[in-house]
């Protein structure tokens, strides 16, 4: 059974770190390329950031330079840094696995004074 789970989210200050961490289970990490989206109220679910096991990455041009996607296959373990976080990056983050149905619940991040 696959499963994703997100955590790390919360509340932090403009400029502000977080690192939010998506545990998966039931299926090879190694294989298959992970994303992260995110959603905020009244706007349409969005890409931010997608690997592979490879060197390619891709990142939305909202968050290049202040976001990094990775991953820790061992640990079935895919992560983001979020650095100087904006207000306007405030959504609910999503872990999603490429290609598939397979969602994470979310987990909420607010950028907020």
């Known amino acids: 059974q696959v499963r994703l789970v997100e955590s790390g989210g919360g509340l932090v200050q403009p400029g502000g770190s977080l690192r939010l961490s998506c545990a998966t289970s039931?299926?090879?990490?190694?294989?298959?390329?992970m994303g992260w989206y995110r959603q905020a109220p009244g706007k349409q679910r969005e890409l931010v950031a997608a690997d592979s096991s490879g060197d390619s990455t891709i990142y939305a041009d909202s968050v290049k330079g202040r976001f990094t996607i990775s991953r820790d296959n061992p640990k079935n373990t895919v992560y983001l840094q979020m650095n100087n976080l904006k207000p306007e990056d405030t959504a609910v983050y999503y872990c999603?696995?490429?290609?598939?149905?397979?969602w994470g619940q979310g987990t909420q991040v607010t950028v907020s004074s």
């Open positions: 039931g299926f090879l990490l190694l294989v298959y390329r």
């Open positions: 999603h696995r490429m290609g598939s149905d397979y």
